[in-house]
């Protein structure tokens, strides 16, 4: 959790801007001797020190450490400007500027109005916030044209409401990771649905529903990515091999795009009905097609046509409008979305890493869980644990850039400690023990002589693989390294597309 000051509630804070405003009445400055000149550098050197301390502090470990470090940039930043009014030739004006790109950077931005039900204040952490969170995020969202056109578009009623009961008992955990995951794709999904004429909220219950937010997620039935395209319905709307080996299923933007193409199509067709699209969207869209013109377009929660429905869609339908209803009304169930700083910015190693590898040197620092889902989210083309090279640049957040710049360059010790795990080989830490020498008198015993050794080749080692096995899980179970198995049965980078069941030669491997 990160600190943030509040200008109301924080004395030493209030007592800085009355001493700036106070000092604005001092008289103009006069010609300036040198030593003059001198005094007021080395006043605003300080200022400058003072600020960057207080902007350093809030990438600081934990809060006690923040408020510390804030305290004592607040203290001397006091200190500064109180000299400043005594110092022939000191601009106030040049130490208020100071003073109010601090406001900015501790200040909630505008629509930054996610807070809990008790009225607490944001966390996220000075000018790292986004500054983008969506109004319909906030209590408000009842009187926003998105919010009032999707309950209009939609029943409220006992399914829907027995789905809103779901996610907020034993399916909770699984609608904040959706909100956190979306949060960080959100300003690459929901153009789409906002060039569609789409409500936002709809395409987060569709994702909180389809796959919680996570772009590398599968289904059995072949179905893959973000909003969970199967291969047939993907290539329609452009999803696929992009050339390169990589499926754009997976891609957050392009799945989008392909949703919100769909989810048109499909409203067009079906009379601009939400639960008949979505019914669409889960259980087939010549299904509901079907359904749609034998009942003569008659309402989804009519008996005759909810009926026609397999349990699924039964189930998914009334599922996705609860989330989507959730999303426009957090504070009248007591949800406090988490807190995410999600500004896009990009990383450009400056030595080669894994996703893995960052995860680990950039630790946890404004999230509770760490980036390693944010960074396989906004880089989709890249395995957790495939090495990239120097210069590759990343999608992330401004945290992220930060804390990278910070903790993760050549030579920074959280780099070399990630390095050292990500490389780590369970093997290499096998003691090997040679033959047990007996220190008795020997026996008359006879030693058999050992097998002579077959002049024939030894059979390959083979693994079938799992359900929810990777290339890089088997690798490590198997003390092999990933390019060995994927060169022995020809497994093309960067995806190493592997299937339950599947028979894997481990050449290569440790026995």
């Given at each position: 959790?990160?600190?943030?000051?509040?200008?109301?509630?924080?004395?030493?804070?209030?007592?800085?801007?009355?001493?700036?405003?106070?000092?604005?009445?001092?008289p103009?400055?006069?010609?300036?001797?040198?030593?003059?000149?001198?005094?007021v550098?080395?006043?605003?050197?300080?200022?400058?020190?003072?600020?960057?301390?207080?902007?350093?502090?809030?990438?600081?470990?934990?809060?006690?450490?923040?408020?510390?470090?804030?305290k004592?940039?607040?203290?001397?930043?006091?200190?500064?400007?109180?000299?400043?009014?005594?110092?022939?030739?000191?601009?106030?004006?040049?130490?208020?500027?100071?003073?109010?790109?601090?406001?900015?950077?501790?200040?909630?931005?505008?629509?930054?109005?996610?807070?809990?039900?008790?009225?607490?204040?944001?966390?996220?952490?000075?000018?790292?916030?986004?500054?983008?969170?969506?109004?319909?995020?906030?209590?408000?969202?009842?009187?926003?044209?998105?919010?009032q056109?999707?309950?209009?578009?939609?029943?409220?009623?006992?399914a829907?409401?027995?789905?809103?009961?779901?996610?907020?008992?034993?399916?909770?955990?699984?609608?904040?990771?959706?909100?956190?995951?979306?949060?960080?794709?959100?300003h690459?999904?929901?153009?789409?649905?906002k060039?569609?004429?789409?409500?936002?909220?709809?395409?987060?219950?569709?994702m909180?529903?389809?796959?919680?937010?996570?772009?590398?997620?599968?289904?059995?039935?072949?179905?893959?990515g973000?909003?969970?395209?199967?291969?047939?319905?993907?290539?329609?709307?452009?999803?696929?091999?992009?050339?390169?080996?990589?499926?754009?299923?997976?891609?957050?933007?392009?799945?989008?795009?392909?949703?919100?193409?769909?989810?048109?199509?499909?409203?067009?067709?079906?009379?601009?009905?939400?639960?008949?699209s979505l019914?669409?969207?889960?259980?087939?869209?010549?299904?509901?097609?079907?359904v749609?013109?034998?009942?003569?377009?008659?309402?989804?929660?009519?008996?005759?046509?909810?009926?026609?429905?397999?349990?699924?869609?039964?189930?998914?339908?009334?599922m996705?409008?609860?989330?989507?209803?959730?999303?426009?009304h957090?504070?009248?169930?007591?949800?406090?979305?988490?807190?995410?700083?999600?500004?896009?910015?990009?990383?450009?190693?400056?030595?080669?890493?894994?996703?893995?590898?960052?995860?680990?040197?950039?630790?946890?620092?404004?999230?509770?869980?760490?980036?390693?889902?944010?960074?396989?989210?906004?880089?989709?083309?890249?395995?957790?644990?495939?090495?990239?090279?120097?210069?590759?640049?990343?999608?992330?957040?401004?945290?992220?850039a930060?804390?990278?710049?910070?903790?993760?360059?050549?030579?920074?010790?959280?780099?070399?400690?990630?390095?050292?795990?990500?490389?780590?080989n369970?093997?290499?830490?096998?003691?090997?023990?040679?033959?047990?020498?007996s220190?008795?008198?020997?026996?008359?015993?006879?030693?058999?002589?050992?097998p002579?050794?077959?002049?024939?080749?030894?059979?390959?080692?083979?693994?079938?693989?799992?359900?929810?096995d990777?290339?890089?899980?088997?690798?490590?179970?198997?003390?092999?390294?990933?390019?060995?198995?994927?060169?022995?049965?020809?497994?093309?980078?960067?995806?190493y597309?592997?299937?339950?069941?599947?028979?894997?030669?481990?050449?290569?491997?440790?026995?």
């Amino acid at each position: 959790m990160s600190f943030r000051w509040s200008f109301h509630s924080t004395p030493t804070l209030a007592a800085l801007a009355a001493t700036l405003f106070a000092a604005l009445a001092a008289p103009p400055a006069q010609a300036l001797s040198r030593r003059d000149q001198a005094a007021v550098t080395v006043l605003q050197q300080r200022m400058d020190a003072a600020e960057k301390q207080y902007r350093d502090g809030l990438l600081a470990e934990d809060d006690a450490a923040t408020s510390a470090a804030a305290k004592a940039a607040l203290g001397e930043m006091e200190a500064v400007v109180a000299a400043c009014a005594k110092q022939r030739g000191c601009e106030i004006s040049t130490m208020l500027a100071t003073y109010e790109r601090l406001l900015k950077a501790t200040a909630p931005a505008a629509g930054d109005a996610v807070v809990g039900e008790g009225g607490e204040d944001p966390i996220d952490a000075g000018d790292l916030a986004d500054g983008d969170v969506p109004d319909t995020a906030s209590a408000a969202a009842l009187l926003s044209e998105d919010g009032q056109r999707f309950v209009r578009m939609v029943q409220f009623n006992p399914a829907v409401q027995a789905g809103i009961r779901r996610w907020l008992t034993d399916m909770r955990p699984s609608l904040m990771d959706s909100y956190e995951n979306y949060r960080y794709m959100r300003h690459l999904m929901s153009p789409a649905f906002k060039r569609q004429g789409l409500p936002e909220a709809l395409l987060f219950g569709i994702m909180a529903k389809e796959s919680n937010g996570k772009v590398h997620v599968g289904s059995r039935a072949g179905a893959v990515g973000p909003m969970q395209f199967m291969p047939a319905t993907g290539k329609r709307f452009g999803l696929g091999d992009d050339g390169t080996g990589f499926d754009t299923r997976y891609d957050p933007r392009s799945a989008a795009d392909a949703a919100a193409a769909y989810l048109g199509e499909r409203m067009r067709g079906l009379n601009n009905s939400i639960e008949l699209s979505l019914a669409a969207y889960n259980g087939g869209e010549g299904r509901a097609a079907r359904v749609f013109q034998s009942t003569g377009g008659r309402n989804f929660w009519d008996a005759d046509v909810y009926n026609q429905f397999p349990a699924e869609t039964k189930d998914y339908v009334p599922m996705v409008i609860a989330a989507a209803w959730l999303y426009l009304h957090p504070r009248d169930y007591g949800i406090q979305w988490p807190q995410v700083s999600s500004k896009p910015a990009l990383i450009r190693l400056t030595q080669p890493s894994s996703i893995y590898e960052l995860t680990i040197c950039l630790g946890n620092s404004g999230s509770r869980d760490g980036y390693m889902r944010a960074l396989r989210n906004l880089n989709p083309r890249y395995d957790a644990d495939s090495w990239m090279p120097a210069g590759t640049a990343l999608n992330a957040t401004a945290r992220m850039a930060t804390l990278y710049d910070r903790y993760c360059t050549a030579g920074k010790h959280r780099a070399e400690l990630a390095k050292q795990l990500v490389t780590s080989n369970v093997q290499s830490a096998l003691v090997q023990v040679g033959p047990v020498t007996s220190t008795s008198a020997p026996t008359t015993a006879t030693v058999s002589p050992a097998p002579a050794k077959s002049s024939r080749p030894a059979k390959s080692k083979r693994y079938k693989v799992q359900r929810d096995d990777t290339l890089s899980s088997i690798a490590r179970k198997q003390g092999c390294e990933i390019r060995d198995i994927a060169k022995a049965n020809k497994l093309k980078a960067p995806k190493y597309a592997i299937r339950p069941g599947q028979s894997l030669s481990l050449q290569g491997c440790k026995d």
